[in-house]
């Protein structure tokens, strides 16, 4: 079993900025991959960011440019920096962890942006 708790979510003005975490714990050997996926009103849920265990990093088209992921392979904790937040960008933002046992989801952090 693995555990997904993420945090950081918040409410900001547009053009603000915000830090979500995700920490994976319990049988968390060999994480192949954790990423962010969020799911606005009206739309599929989407992939925002990942990072494998090598480093390699994916980012979607709708935040590249203003979203920086990182990792901590020790610790199993994931970082993403969101700048520039947009009206847009506000929904609740989802981590995924992906083991060898399988993939594994936390409940979820909210983002609001709004003047």
């Known amino acids: 079993q693995v555990q997904v708790v993420e945090s950081g979510g918040g409410s900001v003005q547009p053009g603000g900025s915000l830090r979500l975490s995700c920490t994976a714990s319990g049988t968390t050997k060999n994480v192949y991959a954790m990423g962010w996926f969020r799911q606005r009103p009206g739309n599929q849920r989407e992939l925002v960011a990942s990072i494998n265990n090598g480093g390699t990093t994916y980012y979607g088209d709708s935040v590249k440019g203003r979203v920086t992921i990182s990792r901590d392979n020790i610790k199993n904790t994931m970082m993403m920096q969101m700048n520039d937040l947009k009206p847009e960008d506000a929904t609740v933002y989802y981590c995924?962890?992906?083991?060898?046992?399988?993939?594994?989801w936390g409940r979820g952090t909210p983002v609001t942006v709004s003047s």
């Open positions: 995924k962890v992906v083991t060898p046992t399988g993939d594994w």
